[in-house]
């Protein structure tokens, strides 16, 4: 008996620990941080009591009992011991919370903002006080935020303050390091892994979100918001299942927080439970009656299940919330006339035209619920207001309707006359507005005829590209026209990072994408969107520029530019092929229009000079100068050149026993081309403006400019004077260099004054060889103080551009033909082979394609690789092997040559061209064959000399035959990269000579 009751007894503790063990699981987290703060705030100073008021401010929804909340804020409000400001702040916070209304903060009192402002920043000393300051900034809007969180978090780092420098920070690079930091200090920091799960779902990498939110919820399971967000997730992913069962289980778990509860109800509603939604919704309410997000949810929800009398009250009561927003007594004029209620959908319509005197449909309708009441007079009366409203509101509600086209009447056209192309532009509109404030939009209008089912699918996706640190994308139209009438519209398949996982990170370019669906031929498809600025500030201020082409590879009917500016903003023209720009003013706007009609397709021919010569172009720009762009964009460039301890560290054991300037530039260089990789991305404001040269080295890649400004930073750091050189690269094209502007260029590079040197950091296996498209570029250098200067970068010559092959070849009396070869490479094609050769154990394989394009059957036995892994070395390569295709035969055949001479297709392909044909350099290649013959051996076939000089080049080729060895010497020499139309037919001439030249044979008999 006694060893039952101890054995219940044990049952009974275990049963208590458990249940205790339970509630202690279930203890909201966020209770806990209001606890924290509510203990922090009376001891706190002023500024310090407004930074905490609107944290707690921020817990008012996520806590078990919203009153701990309010109860907060009334001590506050009633305490004599504060000041006058945080009561009047508590007052406000209590207000907002318990009633609908917005009540005026301190942050948006001028006077009061200032002075709250001064005072933190005269307080901001000290890591502490800069978290304030950020934190009151942040608030009021201040651009300065961002920094002195980061300040503060650098100086004593916590995981709260590098959370709040990732929040407030919109540069992708800024957010992502402050994540890391913070991580850093705190791996399991609830926070900042929801932040930055949240960073993955917004550039789709959702598997990576997925595994920081599964790790961050083992470590805080009580955390509903991160098992929240892992169940949106789900959804997101397709695991509806999953998701439904973790959302039934947090509502089962957590049934007190409301910002619960609002999360639950809209996901709820997305998976398809209706009524459980409307069931939260209704307890939302009952709550927090001035919900709007709930009432809009009860509103959807009475609308799908057509319940009209629900309804109405629903949009009663969101007018109690919005009493002055049109749509809602448009929506509610709507359903009590379609529930008979007359008189008071008239009421309701007069209320939409008095808040939107000069709707036209507003009146249109009011006018059609007068006839139905048989007020004939009042009927006529808005009838009219209505047409002439219509008349005259589409410019004003849009202002950039008078620029665009009429979808409608162009397709109406392309039905009735149906155009002969397979694919067509009927209007591509491109309007462009700088404001006051140096930002700028952009709208951009495109209408397609569809002729044929290839271009159906080429149009099927598109997507548009955009910056969402700085700006948003407006779709206002995707949708396709068909020939009975009918629209499709299209479908939003979301967005997607343009750049490759592994860096998008680091990037916040994005692609929305668009799909077209049921687009066939004969359909006429349109794009109508906008890029707007999300940012007051621009990222490149005192500065716009812009360049755009007018034709492309589609026939145009209508291409349109439009730039609006300020009337006092002086704007710098070039333009290319197109008549002058139509100005008009108007409203202290200035408009320049841009139109061409009937543009044929732009062909491109293979070696074609780049777009900028074949196209009409406009160029425009807000500098007409360049030494003022090099002074604006040296000082937009200069904080970005500041050494860390890192990179400094990394500079002295570089220059560390080098005593000559030529063995640092080297040493420099080879640094950045090996430690760092390139990746192709410029985008948003790093367009023009490089990244921090810490932050480059950090990652470990950068694109041509980051590249560039690390090896400059580090040439100047060893007291080499360098300049950034921005290109326009050789296949962009040739172009007028006006006015001033960055939007030229393409590529940025490395120049250094003294010798006179050009250095590209992306050329990853290039040492004095400079890219071929660098080559000829136009190129605008910038000092360190801002002197600019445009000038060309140098071409190689063909001297430099040198390759040499030597073969000794020994035929046996079998056929057999056993080699040896050396090869020499110096120049343009020196980069190639270091790659290609860079891996010792693919060097043989990949030598053997090379000569296998002349004979496909050939064996290599040994090759040996020299000056690969030296980017100042020349590359040579020793080999051996043997040629079996002629064993056994008794008459051989032997070639001109041991390389590929397929000069009509790789320079001269087609028989005509309409533009210039552009080679990549001038060069030369020599080479010496040697045979040794059998004994024996009767040569019945010796070539006579050739010998062809040309103005494009000039080739020799000798033969040779002395005892049992014959020798087959050339020199070929191309010293031409440009030939013009008029010359073509001449050099593809040219190109078959050699051709032919070089496919003479020795033919060799041999004893048997």
């Not at 498809?525 to 600025?533: F, H, M």
């Not at 990394?650 to 080098?658: D, I, P, S, T, Y």
């Not at 007291?719 to 326009?728: H, M, Q, T, Y």
């Given at each position: 008996?006694?060893?039952?009751?101890?054995?219940?007894l044990?049952?009974?503790?275990?049963?208590?620990?458990?249940?205790?063990?339970?509630?202690?699981?279930?203890?909201?987290?966020?209770d806990?941080?209001?606890?924290?703060?509510?203990?922090?705030?009376?001891?706190?100073?002023?500024?310090?009591?407004?930074?905490?008021?609107?944290?707690?401010?921020?817990?008012?929804?996520?806590?078990?009992?919203?009153?701990?909340?309010?109860?907060?804020?009334?001590?506050?409000?009633?305490?004599?011991?504060?000041?006058?400001?945080?009561?009047?702040?508590?007052?406000?916070?209590?207000?907002?919370?318990?009633t609908?209304?917005?009540?005026?903060?301190?942050?948006?009192?001028?006077?009061?903002?200032?002075?709250?402002?001064?005072?933190?920043?005269?307080?901001?000393?000290?890591?502490d006080g800069?978290?304030?300051?950020?934190?009151?900034?942040?608030l009021?809007?201040?651009?300065?935020?961002?920094?002195?969180?980061?300040?503060?978090?650098?100086?004593?780092?916590?995981?709260?303050?590098?959370?709040?420098?990732?929040?407030?920070?919109?540069?992708?690079?800024?957010?992502?390091?402050?994540?890391?930091?913070g991580?850093?200090?705190?791996?399991?920091?609830?926070?900042?892994?929801?932040?930055?799960?949240?960073?993955?779902?917004?550039r789709?990498?959702?598997?990576?979100?997925?595994?920081?939110?599964?790790?961050?919820?083992?470590a805080?399971?009580?955390?509903?918001?991160?098992?929240?967000?892992?169940?949106?997730?789900?959804?997101?992913?397709?695991?509806?299942?999953?998701?439904?069962?973790?959302?039934?289980?947090?509502?089962?778990?957590?049934?007190?927080?409301?910002?619960?509860?609002?999360?639950?109800?809209?996901?709820?509603?997305?998976?398809?439970?209706?009524?459980?939604?409307?069931?939260?919704?209704?307890?939302?309410?009952?709550?927090?009656?001035?919900?709007?997000?709930?009432?809009?949810?009860?509103?959807?929800?009475?609308?799908?299940?057509?319940?009209?009398?629900?309804?109405?009250?629903?949009?009663?009561?969101?007018?109690?919330?919005?009493?002055?927003?049109?749509?809602?007594?448009?929506?509610?004029?709507?359903?009590?006339?379609?529930?008979?209620?007359?008189?008071?959908?008239?009421?309701?319509?007069?209320?939409?035209?008095?808040?939107?005197?000069?709707?036209?449909e507003?009146?249109?309708?009011?006018?059609?619920?007068?006839?139905?009441?048989?007020?004939?007079?009042d009927?006529?009366?808005?009838?009219?207001?209505?047409?002439?409203?219509?008349?005259?509101?589409?410019?004003?509600?849009?202002?950039?309707?008078?620029?665009?086209?009429?979808?409608?009447?162009?397709?109406?056209?392309?039905?009735?006359?149906?155009?002969?192309?397979?694919?067509?532009?009927?209007?591509?509109?491109?309007?462009?507005?700088?404001?006051?404030?140096?930002?700028?939009?952009?709208?951009?209008?495109?209408?397609?005829?569809?002729?044929?089912?290839s271009?159906?699918?080429?149009?099927?996706?598109?997507?548009?590209?955009?910056?969402?640190g700085?700006?948003?994308?407006?779709?206002?139209?995707?949708?396709?026209?068909?020939?009975?009438?009918?629209?499709?519209?299209?479908?939003?398949?979301?967005?997607?990072?343009?750049?490759?996982?592994?860096?998008?990170?680091?990037?916040?370019?994005?692609?929305?994408?668009?799909?077209?669906t049921?687009?066939?031929?004969?359909?006429v498809?349109?794009?109508?969107?906008?890029?707007?600025?999300t940012?007051?500030?621009?990222?490149?201020?005192?500065?716009?520029?812009?360049?755009?082409?007018?034709?492309?590879?589609?026939?145009a009917?209508?291409?349109?530019?439009?730039?609006?500016?300020?009337?006092?903003?002086?704007?710098f023209?070039?333009?290319?092929?197109?008549?002058?720009?139509?100005?008009?003013?108007k409203?202290?706007?200035?408009?320049?229009?841009?139109?061409?009609?009937?543009?044929?397709?732009?062909?491109?021919?293979?070696?074609?000079?780049?777009?900028?010569?074949?196209s009409?172009?406009?160029?425009?720009?807000?500098?007409?100068?360049?030494?003022?762009?090099?002074?604006?964009?040296?000082?937009?460039?200069?904080?970005?050149?500041?050494?860390?301890?890192?990179?400094?560290e990394?500079?002295?054991?570089?220059?560390?026993?080098?005593h000559?300037?030529?063995?640092?530039?080297?040493?420099?260089?080879?640094f950045?081309?090996?430690?760092?990789?390139?990746v192709?991305?410029?985008?948003?404001?790093?367009?023009?403006?490089?990244?921090?040269?810490?932050?480059?080295?950090?990652?470990?890649?950068?694109?041509?400019?980051?590249?560039a400004?690390?090896m400059i930073?580090?040439?100047?750091?060893a007291?080499?004077?360098?300049?950034?050189?921005?290109?326009?690269t050789?296949?962009?094209?040739?172009?007028?260099?006006?006015?001033?502007s960055?939007?030229?260029?393409?590529?940025?590079?490395?120049?250094?004054?003294?010798?006179?040197?050009?250095?590209?950091?992306?050329?990853?296996?290039?040492?004095?060889?400079?890219?071929?498209?660098?080559?000829?570029?136009l190129?605008?250098?910038?000092?360190?103080?801002?002197?600019?200067?445009?000038?060309?970068?140098?071409?190689?010559?063909?001297?430099?551009?040198?390759?040499?092959?030597?073969i000794?070849?020994?035929?046996?009396?079998?056929?057999?033909?056993?080699?040896?070869?050396?090869t020499?490479?110096?120049?343009?094609?020196?980069?190639?082979?270091?790659?290609?050769?860079?891996?010792?154990?693919?060097?043989?394989?990949?030598?053997?394609?090379?000569?296998?394009?002349?004979?496909?059957?050939?064996?290599?036995?040994?090759?040996?690789?020299?000056?690969?892994?030296?980017?100042?070395?020349d590359?040579?390569?020793?080999?051996?092997?043997?040629?079996n295709?002629?064993?056994?035969?008794?008459?051989?055949?032997?070639?001109?040559?041991?390389?590929?001479?397929?000069?009509?297709s790789?320079?001269?392909?087609?028989?005509?061209?309409?533009?210039?044909?552009?080679?990549?350099?001038?060069?030369?290649?020599?080479?010496?064959?040697?045979?040794?013959?059998?004994?024996g051996?009767?040569?019945?076939?010796?070539?006579?000399?050739?010998?062809?000089?040309?103005?494009?080049?000039s080739?020799?080729?000798?033969?040779t035959?002395?005892g049992?060895?014959?020798?087959?010497?050339?020199?070929?020499?191309?010293?031409k990269?440009?030939?013009?139309?008029?010359?073509?037919?001449a050099?593809?001439?040219?190109?078959?000579?050699?051709?032919?030249?070089?496919?003479?044979?020795?033919?060799?008999?041999?004893?048997?």
């Open positions: 008996m006694r060893f039952l009751f101890r054995k219940l044990l049952v009974c503790l275990a049963t208590v620990l458990c249940n205790s063990a339970f509630c202690a699981r279930l203890h909201n987290p966020y806990i941080e209001l606890q924290k703060l509510q203990s922090k705030l009376p001891e706190a100073d002023p500024l310090h009591q407004l930074a905490f008021m609107e944290r707690i401010f921020g817990l008012r929804e996520l806590v078990d009992e919203r009153s701990a909340v309010t109860h907060v804020f009334a001590g506050l409000a009633e305490n004599p011991r504060v000041s006058d400001l945080v009561r009047t702040e508590s007052k406000a916070c209590l207000k907002q919370i318990q609908a209304e917005q009540p005026r903060r301190w942050y948006q009192q001028e006077q009061t903002r200032t002075q709250v402002l001064v005072q933190a920043q005269a307080a901001a000393s000290s890591a800069l978290q304030v300051l950020s934190e009151l900034e942040h009021a809007g201040v651009a300065a935020a961002p920094d002195h969180m980061q300040q503060a978090a650098l100086r004593e780092p916590s995981p709260r303050r590098w959370e709040e420098a990732a929040e407030y920070t919109v540069d992708p690079l800024r957010k992502f390091a402050a994540f890391q930091a991580l850093a200090l705190d791996p399991d920091n609830a926070q900042l892994n929801l932040q930055l799960a949240i960073y993955y779902i917004g789709q990498q959702l598997e990576k979100a997925q595994s920081v939110l599964s790790k961050a919820l083992g805080a399971p009580n955390d509903f918001v991160l098992s929240v967000k892992l169940a949106e997730l789900h959804m997101n992913l397709g695991l509806r299942s999953a998701a439904l069962h973790e959302l039934e289980e947090l509502e089962q778990r957590w049934p007190s927080p409301l910002w619960l509860k609002s999360r639950l109800a809209i996901d709820y509603e997305q998976i398809g439970l209706l009524d459980d939604a409307a069931r939260l919704a209704t307890a939302i309410l009952q709550e927090k009656p001035a919900s709007f997000e709930a009432l809009e949810l009860l509103t959807r929800f009475h609308q799908r299940r057509h319940m009209a009398h629900e309804l109405a009250a629903d949009y009663a009561q969101l007018l109690t919330l919005q009493p002055d927003a049109p749509e809602l007594w448009s929506k509610l004029a709507q359903l009590q006339e379609s529930s008979g209620d007359l008189a008071q959908a008239k009421n309701s319509l007069l209320r939409l035209a008095a808040l939107e005197p000069k709707n036209a507003a009146h249109k309708r009011l006018g059609a619920i007068y006839q139905r009441l048989d007020l004939a007079q009927a006529r009366k808005e009838t009219s207001l209505a047409a002439t409203l219509l008349h005259t509101s589409t410019e004003k509600s849009d202002p950039d309707s008078r620029l665009l086209s009429d979808p409608h009447a162009l397709a109406a056209e392309a039905f009735r006359h149906p155009p002969q192309e397979s694919d067509l532009v009927l209007a591509d509109t491109r309007i462009q507005q700088l404001y006051e404030t140096g930002v700028n939009r952009v709208h951009v209008q495109q209408i397609f005829y569809v002729g044929s089912e271009a159906a699918e080429a149009h099927h996706v598109t997507s548009i590209r955009y910056s969402p700085s700006e948003d994308v407006q779709v206002h139209h995707a949708r396709i026209w068909k020939r009975d009438g009918t629209m499709v519209e299209a479908q939003e398949l979301g967005e997607t990072p343009v750049a490759d996982n592994n860096v998008s990170m680091y990037y916040d370019m994005r692609a929305r994408q668009i799909r077209f049921r687009l066939e031929k004969g359909d498809a349109e794009l109508d969107y906008s890029l707007v600025p940012s007051p500030h621009p990222p490149y201020a005192g500065y716009f520029g812009e360049l755009v082409t007018f034709a492309s590879r589609t026939p009917r209508l291409k349109r530019y439009a730039l609006i500016v300020p009337a006092a903003q002086k704007i023209v070039h333009g290319e092929k197109v008549d002058l720009a139509n100005s008009t003013e409203d202290g706007l200035h408009t320049m229009l841009w139109e061409m009609h009937n543009l044929p397709a732009l062909s491109r021919e293979p070696r074609s000079p780049g777009v900028t010569e074949t009409p172009y406009v160029h425009v720009s807000t500098f007409a100068d360049w030494n003022k762009l090099g002074e604006w964009y040296a000082k937009l460039i200069e904080p970005q050149f500041a050494l860390d301890h890192a990179l400094q990394e500079l002295a054991q570089l220059v560390k026993g080098k000559s300037e030529q063995k640092k530039i080297t040493a420099i260089q080879e950045v081309l090996r430690s760092t990789h390139y192709a991305l410029e985008f948003g404001i790093y367009s023009y403006k490089p990244y921090p040269v810490s932050q480059t080295y950090a990652r470990r890649f950068g694109d041509c400019k980051d590249k400004s690390l930073a580090l040439l100047r750091a007291g080499i004077e360098a300049e950034i050189a921005l290109l326009r050789r296949s962009m094209g040739d172009v007028v260099p006006a006015p001033a960055v939007a030229l260029f393409d590529h940025a590079i490395v120049y250094i004054p003294k010798y006179e040197l050009w250095l590209d950091g992306t050329a990853e296996y290039s040492g004095r060889e400079l890219p071929l498209e660098d080559q000829g570029a190129a605008l250098t910038v000092s360190l103080n801002g002197q600019a200067q445009l000038q060309q970068v140098p071409m190689s010559t063909a001297q430099e551009n040198y390759s040499k092959r030597i000794h070849a020994e035929l046996s009396s079998q056929g057999m033909i056993h080699f040896s070869g050396y020499f490479t110096r120049g343009e094609d020196a980069p190639r082979l270091r790659r290609d050769l860079s891996v010792q154990e693919q060097q043989l394989d990949q030598f053997r394609q090379r000569l296998a394009q002349v004979f496909p059957a050939v064996e290599l036995d040994n090759v040996d690789v020299h000056g690969a892994e030296s980017l100042e070395s590359v040579s390569v020793d080999f051996q092997g043997a040629l295709s002629f064993a056994h035969k008794q008459v051989v055949t032997l070639s001109s040559s041991w390389m590929a001479r397929d000069y009509l790789a320079l001269a392909p087609v028989g005509s061209r309409t533009q210039d044909l552009v080679l990549p350099s001038a060069w030369i290649t020599e080479e010496e064959i040697h045979v040794a013959l059998p004994r051996a009767v040569i019945q076939q010796l070539p006579k000399d050739q010998e062809i000089t040309t103005s494009f080049g080739v020799k080729l000798h033969y035959h002395s049992r060895e014959i020798l087959i010497h050339s020199h070929l020499q191309f010293e990269t440009r030939i013009n139309t008029q010359e073509y037919p050099f593809r001439q040219f190109c078959s000579q050699l051709e032919h030249t070089f496919r003479n044979e020795i033919v060799v008999g041999l004893a048997r």
